[in-house]
């Protein structure tokens, strides 16, 4: 059996056409998976940035980012992707103290795509009286490659 390519011309009983790789992936920030919290004590912050996450063979396509937060007085949060504002939200007093979020990350920005493959930057920022903690982010996004290239890391045995 061969893989397909990116783009692939085909032939059958319906005619001619291209036929493109589309799967969807994840990307799970294994960083944010005991939650951290905006701004911290040992770090007075208003703002956390994750630098580098990398989305292999991602195309231009809306796609979504999901997160949980737990927040202590009414403070206003953001999530910034790229420069992208996906999230703003000012707690009040009905609000629970946990929640769960999903949001769209548009496909476009001005000046391009909002995801790249590599090199991505995502912004939680906090303002106002409180603070946020954020866990678990996930982004799920489309890309047009089926398999991750994994670099091969070889090293001298000491034995």
């Known amino acids: 059996m061969r893989a397909m390519t990116d783009t692939e011309v085909r032939v059958s009983g319906r005619g ?8 969807s992936r994840y ?11 905006v701004p911290s004590p040992a770090f007075p912050l208003s703002d956390r940035h994750i630098q580098d996450i990398d989305f292999p063979g991602v ?11 737990r927040h ?3 403070p206003t949060f953001s999530v910034v ?7 703003r939200f000012t707690f009040s007093d009905r ?21 790249k493959p ?8 906090v303002s106002g009286e409180g603070t ?10 489309t890309a047009n490659e089926t398999t991750v290239r994994v670099p091969i890391v070889v090293s001298a045995d000491p034995a």
Do not use: C
């Open 59 to 69: 195309i231009e396509s809306a796609s979504a980012i999901f997160y949980r937060t």
């Open 95 to 115: 609000d629970p103290p946990e929640r769960g979020w999903h949001e769209i990350i548009p496909a476009r920005v001005p000046g391009g795509s909002t995801l």
């Open 81 to 87: 992707m790229n420069g992208a504002l996906l999230t």
């Open 72 to 74: 202590t007085g009414k």
């Open 132 to 141: 946020v903690t954020f866990g678990d982010v996930v982004i799920l996004y």
């Open 27 to 37: 990307v799970a920030l294994a960083e944010t998976a005991g939650g951290f919290t």
């Open 16 to 23: 001619v056409g291209l036929e493109q790789t589309r799967i």
């Open 118 to 125: 590599d090199k991505n930057e995502l912004v939680f920022g």
